[in-house]
């Protein structure tokens, strides 16, 4: 990891955390480029495709993918919160600011930054299901099959990833690391960012 992009305080406190980069900035532009052509196959030509971005953690992919479809989208956004110990989400999953514009009759692609258990997933196809769409489809940059608990389809999948905790490009640990242009794995030590035992109260995405 580029030591000098991580926040000085945060990278004495994590000095135990060993950090690997798995995805380098170049490899994310390249399968972003082809996520968004398979979308563009999948998709007629003229349909307007509304993108939901989980905050915070798909904000980057997000935009990156918006601009790689190279055709109009309407975007707009969702946040939730999952109730977990930190590093992994126990599938109680909270709204906490809903979408500003109406779903029905519209083609909606829910845009993910990582699916894990799949509890966040399932929780917003039902919701946004709920709403009408015409059509709705995922995409999630990363997946952690091997976590999953709770189905939920991914229809298009950046990388296919181990089951490691993940910072980077939009990802965090305790809000920290979302700016790093690459994915790293953190091997974390049993303490939040602020020196804390890691709590059970809700986490925002
Ligand atoms: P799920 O509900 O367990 O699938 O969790 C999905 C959410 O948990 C993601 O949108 C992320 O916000 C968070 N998450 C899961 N795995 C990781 C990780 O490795 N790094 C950072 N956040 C993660
Ligand atoms: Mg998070």
């Given at each position: 990891m580029v030591e000098s992009r991580v926040p000085f305080w945060y990278h004495r406190r994590m000095s135990e955390a060993s950090h690997t980069v798995l995805l380098t900035a170049d490899e994310i532009a390249a399968r972003v480029a082809g996520v968004a052509a398979e979308i563009r196959r999948d998709y007629p030509e003229d349909t307007a495709l509304h993108l939901v971005a989980v905050l915070t953690g798909g904000c980057i992919f997000l935009a990156d993918l918006a601009r790689a479809l190279d055709r109009p989208v309407t975007i707009d956004f969702v946040a939730v919160s999952s109730y977990g110990?930190?590093?992994?989400?126990?599938?109680?999953v909270r709204l906490r600011h809903d979408l500003r514009?109406?779903?029905?009759n519209r083609d909606v692609l829910i845009v993910e930054d990582i699916i894990d258990t799949g509890a966040t997933l399932a929780w917003l196809l039902e919701h946004l299901g709920r709403g009408r769409p015409r059509s709705l489809r995922t995409v999630a940059?990363?997946?952690?099959?091997?976590?999953?608990?709770v189905d939920a389809p991914v229809d298009y999948v950046g990388f296919t990833m181990p089951n490691r905790f993940v910072v980077g490009y939009g990802l965090d640990h305790d809000e920290q690391?979302?700016?790093?242009p690459y994915i790293a794995s953190l091997e974390l030590p049993a303490v939040t960012a602020s020196g804390e035992p890691e709590q059970e109260t809700g986490q925002p995405h």
């Open positions: 110990a930190g590093t992994r989400s126990t599938g109680h514009l109406p779903v029905e940059l990363l997946d952690k099959p091997s976590g999953r608990t690391l979302r700016h790093l």
